[in-house]
């Protein structure tokens, strides 16, 4: 049971051009969301993140959406650079006071000079 | 200020065999957690410990352990070792457990120990 999804496995994008990742969840229970960036042989870096308590936060580039009556996050990048392609994971957590994080699947994106 | 280590970062093992893993936390970080990455299933949560006390475990058979040291440094132990278990097994350290403060929610991760079962 997928309770977080990325339906998306991959996003090409021209740099410049906004990368718009979206992230979907069933548990009303998570109250806390995160994405980071993952390249190749490294481990995950966290991006951004998001309480449920609001449905917007903006660092840089990066702005993560949340709408929770429809389940759905997020991740805006304005504008993509070509050292944004890397695998995007969502991720939730489903208590308060744990880093026992639900992680979505990833999507790749590529953004193209 | 060193990130968290985690060692071996290439293992190759036989089915059947047990395989302990190592993850330094950042220093005065007192939580670490687990993860399993496969392609196609993402990040799947292992386990939590912090001061050396294992507070979350996930959905993972018994033959997945795992400890916390008084200096905050984890193991994780595999036994009877399946084909399936091939995989980069990430650790990642906090602070301690989340607070309302912002930076203290962040779970940082090392690089990952990417273990192939044969």
């Known amino acids: 049971d997928q309770q977080v999804k990325q339906n998306s496995p991959s996003l090409s994008v021209q740099e410049g051009r906004i990368s718009i990742l979206n992230c979907d969840y069933t548990?009303?229970?998570?109250?806390?969301f995160l994405w980071y960036k993952k390249y190749p042989a490294e481990g995950p870096t966290f991006l951004i993140s998001?309480?449920?308590?609001?449905d917007k936060n903006e660092d840089g580039r990066f702005t993560v959406f949340l709408n929770k009556s429809a389940k759905h996050l997020s991740l805006h990048i304005v504008p993509s650079q070509p050292g944004d392609s890397a695998v995007y994971f969502c991720?939730?957590?489903?208590?308060?006071?744990?880093?026992?994080?639900?992680f979505g699947t990833g999507t790749r994106l590529k953004v193209l000079a | 200020k060193a990130g968290v280590t985690q060692t071996p970062r290439y293992l190759i093992k036989t089915r059947g065999q047990q395989v302990t893993l190592s993850c330094s936390p950042i220093s005065g970080h007192r939580s670490v957690s687990w993860y399993q990455q496969t392609p196609g299933q993402g990040l799947q949560f292992l386990f939590e410990y912090f001061s050396e006390t294992q507070r979350n475990k996930g959905n993972f058979p018994g033959r997945f352990s795992g400890r916390q040291f008084s200096n905050s440094r984890s193991e994780m132990n595999v036994s009877t070792l399946e084909l399936g278990d091939s995989a980069l097994y990430l650790c990642?350290?906090?602070?301690?457990?989340?607070?309302?403060?912002?930076?203290?929610?962040?779970?940082?991760f090392g690089q990952g120990t990417r273990l192939t079962v044969v």
């Open positions: 991720a939730a957590r489903p208590t308060s006071g744990t880093y026992k994080y639900i």
């Open positions: 990642a350290s906090s602070f301690g457990p989340p607070t309302p403060a912002r930076l203290k929610l962040r779970a940082f």
């Open positions: 998001i309480s449920s308590i609001k």
């Open positions: 548990n009303s229970m998570f109250d806390y």
